[in-house]
């Protein structure tokens, strides 16, 4: 029985395998993880805008990949890099996912959304001096395109995928220099004030009463993010509340004011500027 289902296996596409095993590896989830060829362009309208209209359609039907929905929740990621082996990785189309480090006992986190790319953490020519195990989580339903080696030959005509896949690299590289220049500020509530700050940049809606970041963001996954023990988030997130700075309403926290004006209140005239800097 064993051997029929290898068999099976290998008639099927890498990816769909990919998903199986992904399905295999998570009993309780089996049947959730699915995957089917789509058109990037119709997806992602960045990626689009990168090409008249005339060149739009020319390119639309060479710029497809294999496209995986994961329910919210843990997931594994390896068997989906797996199947990008030789290619670009793999690009959220949708959703939010935490990646997680573990290094001596404490995680820290980013999050990763639309327009993301994502490669193999690890490479086999890759140098590790002490042990660090990764983790990843969607937050909501995510869909993952895989850019395996055949979609990137297939870009090879197209310099315009590959130039804003590029680019993007070089923004979640950015947006990672901010959050770690964020969790250097000794004081938590700080730490915790520029992350949602950073967080709604890209993440929030105004709404006439403050900036909406509906989120799930629980008090644990703020502390990965901006490297603090639970309970000080708590007391950080009590001490913003308290100064009206920022509410929690239904499934959002909503942020009142502006950054500038969280930073004055919780540092006062002397310090901004030295935060500001650091953003």
């Known amino acids: ?147 395996d080696e055949a979609f990137a030959r297939r870009m090879r005509p197209w310099s315009q995928i590959t130039s804003a896949l590029v680019q993007r690299g070089v923004r979640r590289a950015m947006a990672l220099g901010v959050q770690r220049a964020a969790t250097c500020h000794p004081r938590a509530d700080v730490r915790v004030a520029l992350l949602l700050w950073q967080l709604a ?15 799930p963001l629980t008090h644990r996954l703020i502390g990965r993010l901006v490297g603090a023990e639970r309970p000080s988030v708590s007391h950080a997130l009590s001490r913003l509340g308290q100064a009206d700075l920022v509410a929690r309403e239904d499934d959002a926290l909503v942020l009142h004011g502006s950054a500038d004006h969280h930073l004055a209140c919780l540092l006062g005239p002397g310090q901004r500027g030295r935060v500001a800097r650091l953003q």
């Open 1 to 147: 029985m064993g051997g029929d289902e290898t068999q099976r296996d290998v008639d099927v596409d890498p990816v769909r395998l990919s998903a199986r095993r992904m399905e295999r590896r998570q009993p309780e989830r089996r049947g959730a993880v699915s995957s089917r060829y789509q058109y990037l362009l119709d997806l992602d309208e960045d990626l689009a805008s990168r090409f008249d209209m005339r060149m739009r359609v020319a390119a639309r039907s060479a710029v497809t990949a294999r496209v995986c929905s994961v329910p919210a929740g843990d997931f594994d990621l390896e068997p989906l890099f797996a199947a990008a082996a030789g290619g670009l990785g793999l690009l959220i189309v949708s959703g939010v996912v935490e990646l997680g480090t573990e290094v001596g006992g404490r995680t820290a986190s980013e999050l990763v959304g639309e327009g993301d790319v994502l490669c193999p953490w690890q490479r086999g020519g890759d140098v590790v001096f002490f042990s660090r195990t990764r983790a990843s989580s969607a937050l909501v339903p995510v869909r993952i395109a895989i850019l």
């Open 201 to 215: 940049e890209r993440w929030g809606r105004v709404q006439p009463d403050g900036i909406h970041l509906a989120l």
